[in-house]
Nanobody
Framework: QVQLVESGGGLVQAGGSLRLSCAASGRTFSRYAMGWFRQTPGKERESVAAISWSGGSTYYADSVKGRFTISRDNAKNKVYLQMNSLKPEDTAVYYC???????????????????WGQGTQVTVSS
């Protein structure tokens, strides 16, 4: 059974930083792309960043490009999202997601992700 557990969310002032972590278990982590998504009340869940199975390719939404960095440590079965220069509009519940495609690329398509964490709240105050 695949499990994804996020941590690292919290309250931060605008301009600050947070680092989200996602610990994965239940399958061979290193074979699958991973992604971070976020959702605010009344809005659809959106892709924030993704990383390929090897870490060799990444994807970022335009709204976070240059401020967020996704990385993975296949030895530790973890994926990270370093968030810098945070803005109030980054406030959301952030979800870690695992792709269902073996050896996949860094995809932003939600339909490619079968496994989801419980989410962690990020609140950026102005």
């Amino acid at each position: 059974q695949v499990q994804l557990v996020e941590s690292g969310g919290g309250l931060v002032q605008a301009g600050g930083s947070l680092r989200l972590s996602c610990a994965a278990s239940g399958r061979t982590f290193s074979r699958y792309a991973m992604g971070w998504f976020r959702q605010t009340p009344g809005k659809e869940r959106e892709s924030v960043a993704a990383i390929s199975w090897s870490g060799g390719s990444t994807y970022y939404a335009d709204s976070v490009k240059g401020r967020f960095t996704i990385s993975r440590d296949n030895a530790k079965n973890k994926v990270y999202l370093q968030m810098n220069s945070l803005k109030p509009e980054d406030t959301a519940v952030y979800y870690c997601a695992g792709s269902r495609i073996e050896y996949g690329s860094s995809s932003s398509w939600m339909s490619e992700y079968d496994y989801w964490g419980q989410g962690t709240q990020v609140t950026v105050s102005s």
